[in-house]
């Protein structure tokens, strides 16, 4: 699909949205749970969540409110899903169609059931680094045309996790935040839907285009 088909398909009018998760530290993992692929070609798949303190799979509700803003099927796009937790918003973005799917996570439990779901479901455009996505993101030269950031609250990434994604972003490329409240939009992008889910606001910001370069 071309980049315009992309951006058109953006700006079509959504509909509301909200939450999920980020690793932290490394403690061991307690009981594992599961959620499942809302959409797409594994529509009903189950993906393992583990117990671990800062780990906020996004729900059901969140994330088909979500898909609804960005259009039901993501063919042609390139998304980051950083502090991927999860994986539920990474794996349901490649449900969708999405070209390619980028996960960074730093705990490597997590990491560990990320590569497992990702073999189990033969999702080859979904590739797995274990690392801090602040760093990774600050070295990385790649672009994505959607970038998904939810840093586990405690740890107030949110100004630094922004600085660092918004040069990775397309023209029209959009990011999706989870936080405790409502974050003003760094330079460089415009709010274009939010909304809240009990103690969790969500955001969609868009880079505005340069017409100028």
């Known amino acids: 699909m071309s980049k315009g088909a992309r951006d058109e398909r953006r700006a079509a009018p959504g509909r509301p949205a909200s939450p999920r ?9 307690r009981a594992p749970g599961e959620i499942r692929i809302i959409g797409g070609q594994w ?8 117990d671990l303190p800062g780990l906020r799979p996004t729900s059901d ?3 088909e409110t979500l898909f609804n803003w960005l259009g039901q099927t993501l063919t042609g796009w390139r998304v980051l899903d950083a502090f991927a937790g ?3 918003l990474g794996f349901e973005a490649a449900s969708r169609g999405a070209e390619a799917v980028v996960m960074i996570e730093r705990e490597a439990a997590l990491v560990d059931g990320l590569r497992a779901s990702q073999k189990r479901l033969q999702a080859t455009a979904i590739t797995v680094h274990r690392a801090n996505a602040l760093n990774w993101m600050t070295a990385c030269t790649d672009r994505f045309d959607l970038i998904f950031l939810d840093p586990p609250f405690a ?11 918004v040069p990775l972003l397309t023209d029209g490329g959009l990011i999706y935040v989870e936080s405790p409240a409502e974050i003003p939009p760094p ?10 889910a009990g103690a969790v606001h969500y955001q ?3 880079r505005e285009d340069n017409r100028g370069a």
């Open 21 to 29: 998760g980020g690793g932290t530290g490394t403690p061991a993992a």
């Open 43 to 50: 529509k009903r798949s189950k993906l393992p969540v583990l």
């Open 61 to 63: 509700r969140v994330r």
């Open 86 to 88: 999860s994986g539920a």
């Open 155 to 165: 740890d107030d990434l949110f100004d630094r996790a922004l600085a660092a994604a």
């Open 187 to 196: 330079a460089g992008l415009i709010g274009w839907r939010q909304g809240r």
């Open 204 to 206: 969609l910001l868009r």
